[in-house]
């Protein structure tokens, strides 16, 4: 069985800055693939980032990118230039087969 | 592309009937779905997963005849919480997935379920 790990319930930045958000994933499969959902207060919950466990490059979407660190089951999201409307709950989900196991979760908050 | 429609997005029901909510893929074929619940302040967690014309796969610990999951073609899933009771209030969730496995899940916009 899978596990995903995000260890920071709640984070803050400042409009404009860039934030880092951690998760760490435990499994036994040699293929899979990591995702970021957004889950604004909505509750919609929105892809922001995919990323091949095959693929050594970095997955990149426009203000958003991953450090995904194979070795160490590590694959953080950086947001740069954090904007009001980023304030979400972010979820880090593991994908093997049709499975897809979810973190906790980090609520972000912008703030202006 | 990838929209997921969910119907209806609240309901509130009085213990013991059932509700039906339905879940559609409005640009794509899903071939597989997937219903998720979620507890306040919570992750998502797995109900089951359905492909079209196939039986349900349920999750450990969910009980197939209280939630029953018909996918009668690729663009529709439906959950249907039978009896329902208060402990069943919660917020589901359900998600498409148009290719095979490891293809992204799009998500529905989600339904509150309120048991009186």
């Known amino acids: 069985a899978q596990t995903v790990t995000q260890s920071q319930p709640e984070m803050s930045v400042q409009e404009a800055e860039t934030v880092t958000l951690s998760c760490t994933y435990d499994?036994?499969?040699?293929?899979?693939?990591l995702f970021w959902y957004k889950q604004p207060p909505s509750r919609q919950m929105i892809l922001v980032i995919r990323?091949?466990?095959?693929?050594?490059q970095n997955a990149t979407e426009n203000r958003f990118s991953v450090n995904f660190q194979k070795a160490a089951k590590s694959f953080s999201l950086k947001i740069s230039d954090s904007q009001l409307g980023d304030t979400a709950m972010y979820f880090c989900?593991?994908?093997?087969?049709?499975?897809?196991?979810f973190g906790g979760g980090t609520r972000l908050m912008v703030k202006p | 592309g990838a929209v997921v429609s969910q119907h209806p997005s609240r309901v509130i029901c009085k213990s013991g009937t059932s509700v039906k909510i339905e879940c559609r893929s409005l640009?794509?074929?899903?071939?597989?779905m997937f219903w998720y619940r979620q507890f306040p302040k919570q992750s998502l967690m797995l109900m089951a997963t359905?492909?079209?014309?196939?039986?349900?796969?349920?999750e450990q610990g969910v009980e197939k005849d209280k939630f029953l999951i018909n996918h009668a073609s690729l663009t529709l899933s439906t959950l249907t919480v039978t009896s329902a009771h208060p402990e069943d209030s919660s917020f589901y969730i359900c998600?498409?997935?148009?290719?095979?496995?490891?293809?992204?899940?799009?998500f529905g916009p989600g339904t509150r379920l309120t048991v009186l």
């Open positions: 499994t036994s499969e040699s293929n899979y693939y």
């Open positions: 359905s492909n079209e014309g196939s039986k349900a796969t349920y």
């Open positions: 640009d794509f074929q899903a071939t597989t």
């Open positions: 989900a593991f994908g093997a087969g049709n499975m897809l196991t």
């Open positions: 998600s498409a997935q148009e290719g095979p496995s490891g293809d992204t899940q799009y």
């Open positions: 990323q091949e466990a095959y693929k050594q």
